[in-house]
Structures are given as C-alpha cells and as structure tokens.
C-alpha cells in the first residue's frame, strides 16, 4: 500500500490520491471442460465465463437464469464442422429473445470462436468473434 498524505477517498476496489489510481483486478469464475452437442441448455446463474467444445450439431441452445444487464462470454471449441441452429436458441425458452449479427450463428470449423452475451430488456444481444488461432 502507498503512504500517502491529503485528500484520499475509498470506493469499491479502487483507492483515489488526487493523480494516483490503484485498481483491484478483477476475476470470474469459469466453468470449463465441457462437451455440448443436440439439445443444451447453459445455466446463467453459475458463471459468467464459460468454456466447452462442440462434438455434435447443437439443435436447441437455451440461455437460463440470465441477470438483467448480465454479461457472459463463452470460449467454444468446434471440433469438427458443427453447427448451432439459429432458430433454436432463446433466453428462457421464450423465442426471438437473442439476437446475433445476420440472425445466424456460425461457429469457426476446427478453430475457436468467442461469443459474448449481454442482456439488456429481457433481450440476449450475442456476439460472434471467428477464428481465433494460436500464437
């Protein structure tokens, strides 16, 4: 810790000194190792990072428990050249509740892919990042 003299104040995670800043890091729990293909079903509440791999066409994916303004990301491994039915994936079980750029989901074949989800109104609002590769 810094000794400092004058005017400080204290909010969550960050200690203030006039020019000086000092931000906590901030970390999530992750929920990885995980298989999906056919109907899938991910729990919301249990994590906000997840990761798993596709081994199978996912027909059904449903988003549950999700928080109002909650963001969740989800690092997907396609092991093969899998896909996700657009039409089948909801917040909730309600339909036409997510939305992703194009109305389609397209996870990399044999690559990567990184999808963020944010709810906002009752709404899941993904998106779809392609490609990733190793350095």
């Not at 005017?7 to 800043?21: A, P």
């Not at 056919?38 to 994590?47: E, F, I, K, R, Y």
């Not at 999700?66 to 909801?90: D, L, M, P, Q, R």
């Not at 194009?102 to 009752?122: A, F």
């Amino acid at each position: 810790m810094y000794n400092c003299s004058g005017r400080t104040s204290l909010h969550s995670y960050t200690t203030h000194h006039d020019g000086v800043h000092i931000f906590k890091n901030i970390t999530y729990s992750t929920s990885t190792g995980n298989t999906a293909s056919g109907a899938v079903t991910v729990d919301l509440s249990t994590h906000p990072v997840y990761e798993f791999t596709i081994n199978g066409n996912i027909t059904s994916l449903q988003f549950d428990n999700a928080k109002e303004g909650g963001e969740y990301i989800f690092i997907v491994y396609n092991s093969g050249s899998y896909t996700i039915t657009s039409s089948g994936v909801t917040l909730g079980g309600v339909s036409g509740t997510v939305f992703a750029k194009g109305g389609s989901l397209n996870p990399t074949n044999s690559g990567y892919t990184k999808y963020r989800l944010v709810i906002i109104n009752g709404k899941g609002w993904l998106d779809e990042e392609l490609n990733f590769q190793a350095l």
